[in-house]
C-alpha cells in the first residue's frame, strides 16, 4: 500500500511540474507578443502623428498660397513631405496585414 502512495505521489509531483512548466512557457509566449505588439502599435501611432502633421503642413501652405494669389515653394516642399509620410505608412499597414495573415489573425 505504501508503495502504491509513493507511485501515486510521484506521478502528481511529475504532472505538477510538466503543468507549471506549460504555464511559464506560455506567460514568456504572450510576453514576447505583448512587448512586440507594443512596439508595433507604438511606431503606427509615430506615423499617424506624423501624417497629420503633414497633412497640417499642407494646409497651412495651401492657405499661404491662396491669399498671396500664387504657389510658393511651400506647397511643393509639405506635399513632398506628405507623400513621403504616406507610402511609409502604407507599406507599414500592408506588412502589419501580412504579419497577421501569417499568424492566422492572432
Known amino acids: ?3 502504491l502512495i509513493a507511485i501515486i505521489c510521484t ?4 504532472l505538477g511540474g510538466v503543468l507549471i512548466y ?3 512557457r506560455h506567460f514568456k509566449r504572450m510576453e514576447k ?3 512586440a ?7 503606427k501611432d509615430l ?3 506624423r501624417t497629420l502633421k503633414s497633412i497640417g ?3 497651412v501652405a495651401n492657405a499661404i498660397s491662396i491669399k498671396q494669389g500664387h504657389c510658393n515653394g511651400e506647397i511643393d516642399k509639405a506635399k513632398k513631405e506628405f507623400e ?3 507610402k511609409e505608412l502604407d507599406a507599414f499597414i500592408l506588412e502589419s496585414a501580412v504579419k497577421k495573415v501569417n499568424r492566422g489573425g492572432k
Not at 11 to 14: A, G, L, M, N
Open 1 to 3: 500500500m505504501e508503495i
Open 11 to 14: 506521478i502528481v509531483s511529475t
Open 57 to 59: 503642413d499642407l494646409t
Open 47 to 49: 506615423l499617424v502623428l
Open 37 to 43: 505588439s507594443d512596439d508595433r502599435r507604438t511606431k
Open 33 to 35: 507578443y505583448t512587448e
Open 84 to 86: 513621403s509620410v504616406e
Open 22 to 24: 506549460f504555464v511559464q
